[in-house]
Antibody, heavy 117, light 112 residues
Framework: QVTLKESGPGILQPSQTLSLTCTFSGFSLSTYGMGVGWIRQPSGKGLEWLANIWWDDDKYYNPSLKNRLTISKDTSNNQAFLKITNVDTADTATYYC?????????WGQGVMVTVSS | DVVMTQTPVSLSVSLGGQVSISCRSSQSLVHNNGNTYLSWYLQKPGQSPQLLIYKVSNRFSGISDRFSGSGSGTDFTLKISRVEPDDLGVYYCGQGTQYPLTFGSGTKLEIK
């Protein structure tokens, strides 16, 4: 059974760095072709893809945020991470991680992040 | 970026009825490897998106055959037959052919 769960700070202030963790089970990021992606969704709005990391440590970022994003993984502990630097109120959203097997297939429940002073 | 345009924005259907949702991409979604990475997701109220269809017409594990996908190139359709109460929510198409991955803006399905 594939499961993913996101964790994060809940609330942070503008200009701070957002650190998110995705803890998963039921698959391994050392398996050929497997990946984990991060997608966010502001309340009441659509989905915005942020970044993917693959089994071979290849990484892809959304160019609209690329300079602010860093994705990484800890294969032995079945975790993936996303950092977003210099956050502002526009980064307030629910953040999802998803397994990527050709496409995002299994998604976590999401973690709400609020950026507020 | 590939722009995904979904229509309609919302629709209302009676239980047992059938609906179609359209998704058009600004560029062909045929990958260099010959596959077309067009997916459909349903986000039920208060839940995370769930994958229904991948590579245009392949139902994901456990998805009812009431859901079917079709299309090619830049024009795709999701059909839902024999609509049930549990089908309500927002449907999104998404493309994985080209980075950045992009999604449509969603179609809200309401039950009459």
């Amino acid at each position: 059974q594939v499961t993913l769960k996101e964790s994060g700070p809940g609330i942070l202030q503008p200009s701070q760095t957002l650190s998110l963790t995705c803890t998963f089970s039921g698959f391994s990021l050392s398996t050929y072709g497997m990946g984990v992606g991060w997608i966010r969704q502001p309340s009441g709005k659509g989905l915005e893809w942020l970044a993917n990391i693959w089994w071979d440590d290849d990484k892809y970022y959304n160019p609209s945020l690329k300079n602010r994003l860093t994705i990484s993984k800890d294969t032995s502990n079945n975790q993936a991470f996303l950092k977003i630097t210099n956050v502002d109120t526009a980064d307030t959203a629910t953040y999802y991680c998803a397994r990527i097997d050709l496409v995002p297939d299994y998604w976590g429940q999401g973690v709400m992040v609020t950026v507020s002073s | 970026d590939v722009v995904m345009t979904q229509t309609p924005v919302s629709l209302s259907v009676s239980l047992g009825g059938q609906v179609s949702i359209s998704c058009r991409s600004s560029q062909s979604l045929v990958h260099n490897n010959g596959n077309t990475y067009l997916s459909w997701y349903l986000q039920k109220p208060g839940q995370s998106p769930q994958l229904l269809i991948y590579k245009v017409s392949n139902r994901f594990s456990g998805i009812s055959d009431r859901f079917s996908g079709s299309g090619s190139g830049t024009d795709f359709t999701l059909k839902i037959s024999r609509v049930e109460p549990d089908d309500l929510g927002v449907y999104y198409c998404g493309q994985g052919t080209q980075y950045p991955l992009t999604f449509g803006s969603g179609t809200k399905l309401e039950i009459k």
